[in-house]
């Protein structure tokens, strides 16, 4: 039985965590009227429960489908020759001036590495309703320069690795060092493309990655030189498979 000075002072501790819900309810009401929060697309203000992208432009994102055919499609045929080719797969269709193109836009040059852990969390959800579950041990993400990461402020691609790994539910774990600062690859040739990347990624010092089943991501396969390159990396180090997957895939 408790005595009346219990519950009393259970009453004191109650009455004062609801004062505190409310203050922070309170402060966030604030800092959303001071900096609101508002959809990357189309500029709307987001409602509570919309992490970072509206309800609406989730809808429109031009989804790709190369999960329903990862071992045969237009991203395994460009790998051909390259590299031992998995599972390749990609989130969206890359569109000159689309959505796509867009959101990787802000999620790289904007400060806005939320896109970036949205997207991987909207794409894991799908692959894990699609049976992909249990298929990867980790989530690597093809690494940065330091210099380009320190400058940037994160690495783009390491944020959709983490919302896929959430959503996945597997670790995410930086397993690759970038050892050269690379140009950027966007107005090269296929082959310089592949020589501005060789030998550009190693295996973390002292990791062991032995029988690992791993999902390399990054945010955007064009020719597809970088990714091979950094899952060469992988699986001269001993990964027992390395699958591909990106936020965006498709011609410029
Ligand atoms: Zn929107």
């Not at 790709?64 to 998995?86: I, S, W, Y």
């Not at 980790?138 to 320190?150: D, F, I, M, N, Q």
């Not at 995410?172 to 060092?177: A, Q």
Request: charged share 20%.
């Amino acid at each position: 039985m408790q005595s009346n000075g219990q519950i009393y002072g259970l009453y004191i501790h109650w009455r004062l965590t609801y004062l505190l819900a409310m203050q922070l309810f309170f402060w966030k009401d604030f800092l959303d009227l001071i900096f609101p929060r508002n959809c990357p697309l189309c500029k709307q203000a987001l409602f509570e429960f919309e992490a970072c992208l509206c309800t609406v432009c989730k809808g429109l994102l031009p989804r790709a489908n190369f999960h329903l055919r990862p071992f045969d499609n237009e991203l395994t045929c460009k790998l051909q020759g390259l590299m031992p080719v998995n599972r390749v797969i990609a989130f969206l269709h890359f569109s000159k001036k689309g959505r796509s193109q867009n959101l990787l836009h802000q999620l790289k040059y904007k400060n806005q590495p939320e896109i970036g852990e949205e997207l991987g969390r909207m794409y894991g959800s799908i692959l894990d309703l699609n049976g992909f579950s249990g298929l990867w041990d980790v989530v690597v993400a093809v690494p940065l320069h330091p210099l380009k990461k320190a400058r940037r402020g994160y690495n783009q691609s390491e944020c959709f690795g983490r919302g896929l790994s959430k959503s996945l539910g597997i670790p995410y774990s930086e397993l690759l060092v970038r050892r050269k600062f690379t140009d950027t690859q966007t107005n090269k040739s296929r082959l310089q493309r592949l020589t501005n990347v060789e030998n550009v990624f190693e295996l973390q010092p002292s990791v062991t990655i032995q029988e690992l089943r791993i999902l390399l991501v990054d945010d955007i396969l064009t020719t597809g030189a970088t990714l091979c390159a950094a899952a060469t990396a992988l699986l001269e180090g001993g990964a027992k498979l390395v699958d591909l997957a990106t936020i965006a895939a498709g011609g410029r």
